[in-house]
């Protein structure tokens, strides 16, 4: 199992990567299935990162900056939900994916810049092991709570 930091990384990975294919597809179907992909990922990966990683960074400092970084996890479902909710093909959708694409890219880039140091100086280094294996089983987990309700979506993700 990879350590915390490299298990964050390379969902952080993907992330991208989903983002930049729903933002250059304009079929319906190829968009509406990396957006199923991406919000199921992310869902699942937030459940697993606020457990395994700013559970334990927090227990070990009162950090304003992992504070204010966890509490950007619910702006972004926020909006996450509000695209779940709008018209992909309106321009109401990608004026919101937009937003979200920016803010989710800053959010991440966050993370991987200022959270994991202040991490790695305040999280043994012990726990990275364990704490890795914890993320990839309670993402895993998650991600069957945070399928999309619409069965139509579910579909897609299963073909």
């Known amino acids: 199992m990879p350590d915390l930091y490299t298990a964050i990384r390379d969902d952080h990975d993907e992330h991208r990567a989903l983002l930049s294919s729903i933002a250059d597809t304009w079929e319906d179907p190829a968009r509406r299935k990396a957006w199923v992909r991406f919000y199921t990922e992310v869902k699942s990966h937030t459940v697993a990162e606020e457990e395994a990683l700013y559970s334990r960074l927090l227990a070990a400092t009162e950090d304003s900056t992992a504070r204010e970084t966890a509490r950007e996890h619910e702006a972004l479902d926020a909006l996450m939900e509000e695209l779940n909710g709008t ?71 299963e073909d």
């Open 87 to 157: 018209e992909m093909n309106s321009l109401a959708w990608a004026t919101k994916f937009k937003k979200l694409q920016e803010d989710y890219l800053h959010h991440i880039e966050a993370e991987e810049h200022d959270i994991f140091p202040r991490a790695r100086r305040e999280i043994p280094a012990g726990e990275i092991g364990v704490a890795g294996d914890q993320f990839v089983q309670r993402k895993a987990e998650a991600r069957r709570l945070a399928m999309p309700a619409r069965r139509g979506d579910l579909e897609e993700l």
